[in-house]
């Protein structure tokens, strides 16, 4: 392995064996032994022996991570829906791409839903703004995360782009180990779905100079994410309200009060659809528009395989029918959900309202429900032909 990847690379199992040992020890421990298994010195004392006596990450993520995804999702989801994953089982690694709108259940529902197949799990890359503390990291990295570093100065961010992008294609070159990275950084906050022309600019940085040959060597493979009940989308909405008068700073400790309320929040349905990895026709079509363009057409053709493979849920029909004063989509939902959806959303935003009642309501109930609204126009766009629209007006 190249010691110029240490800094991002995930744990090796030797150091996943300490890693484990720290996390058995942690304070911390204590509270998410109760989330888990419910209160009880005996329920904690057993997840610190578990941990202590495991060696590896499969170790780890068979006998704690894979219980841990399942205990979440049955306690916060009515389905999970997974299509395509014949297109991930066709033996060869991939970068494999998906829309993103929670920041841990997106890739750890995915890397779930390949250990109950029997895949590989892959690595995954996660930024690191998101690793607040040594247990958090210990954790990540531990579950095969690859950390993306953010901050510095331009010449770090492109140094650091390019380490990345050499050891992500240094893995699936090799036949090592697929990798998932989200098709943009951060989270999709309004329901539009976007490839990042930076994020396949990056992933080209260690490629040879020929766009054809270098995209077809990591075989990108795209998939869909969806949910019925948007994870944070209570705290999307205040953070778009926000962000139209001017930059929203975070606050210390947001992101992992994202991560836990995207965790513990009720999800309702949940649907994963992967899609074939793009062909060489499919890159030479791109390569076609010229140097200019190429990445822009790459960046759309991976739009338009997400977006029409996208699940659209009740939730983004009431929406839309709610912004629009009508019925239209009334055939895909009951009168009882679209009351038990209103009821959910006028109680939330009076919540936010109650913490700062300088916000406008009706201006929040807009974001709320465009939020769920416009998965429906973008998927509506696609099939009429709007190939690079991700979120029509």
Not at 14 to 29: D, F, I, N, V
Not at 176 to 181: A, L
Not at 222 to 242: G, H, M, T, V, W
Request: aromatic share 6%.
């Amino acid at each position: 392995m190249n010691h110029n990847f240490d800094n991002i690379r995930p744990y090796t199992d030797e150091e996943t064996s300490q890693a484990l040992k720290r996390m058995a020890g942690a304070p911390e421990l204590s509270a998410i032994s109760t989330f888990l298994n419910g209160p009880g010195q005996d329920k904690e004392d057993a997840l610190r022996a578990l941990l202590s006596g495991l060696r590896t990450i499969d170790e780890f993520q068979a006998r704690v991570m894979a219980g841990v995804i399942r205990s979440i999702l049955r306690r916060t989801s009515t389905s999970l829906e997974v299509e395509g994953l014949d297109n991930v089982m066709d033996g060869r690694k991939h970068v494999l791409m998906s829309n993103h709108r929670d920041i841990i259940l997106d890739p750890a529902i995915m890397q779930l839903i390949l250990f109950d197949s029997g895949a590989p799990t892959t690595e995954i890359a996660v930024g690191d703004n998101l690793i607040a503390n040594s247990l958090i990291e210990d954790i990540f990295r531990s579950n095969r995360m690859i950390k993306v570093v953010r901050g510095g100065t331009p010449r770090e961010k492109y140094m650091a782009s390019s380490l990345l992008s050499s050891y992500m294609r240094s893995n699936i070159a090799s036949g090592s180990c697929s990798v998932w990275i989200a098709q943009r950084s951060g989270r999709s906050k309004d329901g539009c779905d976007a490839t990042s022309q930076g994020v396949l600019k990056m992933l080209d940085m260690s490629g040879a100079g020929d766009f054809i040959k270098d995209f077809l060597e990591i075989s990108v493979l795209p998939f869909a994410i969806s949910y019925q009940l948007e994870p944070c989308d209570f705290l999307k909405a205040r953070e778009l309200y926000i962000t139209r008068r001017g930059q929203y700073v975070k606050k210390p400790g947001e992101d992992t009060h994202s991560i836990l309320t995207g965790v513990t929040q009720d999800k309702g349905g949940i649907a994963f659809h992967f899609c074939p990895a793009l062909t060489e026709d499919d890159i030479a079509s791109c390569a076609a528009q010229g140097k200019n363009d190429r990445f822009k057409a790459l960046a759309a053709l991976l739009d338009d395989r997400i977006c029409s493979n996208y699940r659209l849920w009740d939730t983004n029909y009431i929406a839309l029918d709610i912004m629009e004063g009508g019925t239209a989509n009334s055939a895909q939902y009951t009168p009882e959900a679209r009351t038990a959806f209103m009821e959910r959303m006028e109680k939330g935003l009076s919540a936010i309202v109650e913490k700062d009642p300088d916000m406008d309501k009706d201006e929040l109930r807009e974001i709320f429900l465009s939020i769920y609204a416009n998965p429906v126009r973008s998927v509506r766009a696609h099939q009429a032909g709007d190939r690079g629209s991700s979120c029509p007006a």
